[in-house]
């Protein structure tokens, strides 16, 4: 039983390492953990085309047919594009991560209005502008922060994921 333990613990422990490693270089190569981003999701995007292309024929009528069908031209497109010309799929994918911040700050910000009350809701209230200013920095340098920010933040999310194995690697492992 206790080699079962073991297991899980050196198993996170492992990852945990290579997530940090990783993370430290998606930090140090920003550009280019951004341009593998764009990538993936160019594959996933394609990927999706070939499904709507088979969801097309499977349909039993004609408007679901001609619908899946527009999806499958449109994904597919997106996908070879993002492929073929991966920085602007940088630049792109940035300014969706610009918005999106933008939107989840707004939403933050709302959030501490309705629980201004509650203990320690001030973490949401400071969550909203840390969000803000991120979302303010990556869209007021649009399109030179695409050489930073996707990388970066990939970094600092993969760092924060690592430690958290290593954390749990050692919690699992036998005393």
């Known amino acids: 039983m206790a080699d079962a333990t073991a297991k899980p613990g050196t198993g996170a422990t492992v990852w945990g390492i290579l997530m940090l490693i990783c993370g430290v270089l998606a930090i140090a190569l920003p550009l280019a953990s951004a341009v593998g981003i764009a990538i993936i999701i ?10 709507h292309l088979i969801a ?6 004609i408007g679901g ?3 899946q069908l527009l999806l499958a031209i449109v994904y597919g497109v997106a ?4 492929l073929f010309y991966p920085l602007a799929g940088v630049a792109s ?8 911040l933008f939107i989840e700050a707004i939403l933050e910000g709302a959030l501490y209005f309705n629980l201004r009350g509650r203990v320690r809701a001030g973490w949401i209230l400071f969550d909203a502008i840390i ?9 007021a340098q649009w399109p030179s922060s695409s050489a930073w920010a996707l990388g970066t933040l990939l970094g600092v999310s993969l760092i924060f994921s690592g430690l958290a194995r290593l954390m749990l690697g050692s919690a699992s492992a036998p005393q």
């Open 42 to 51: 160019g594959w996933l995007i394609l990927i999706s085309a070939v499904w």
């Open 56 to 61: 097309a024929f499977r349909t039993g009528h």
């Open 65 to 67: 047919f001609f619908w």
């Open 79 to 82: 996908g070879v594009v993002i």
């Open 93 to 100: 994918l940035t300014l969706i991560l610009a918005t999106f």
């Open 131 to 139: 969000t803000l200013i991120l979302a303010v920095l990556i869209w």
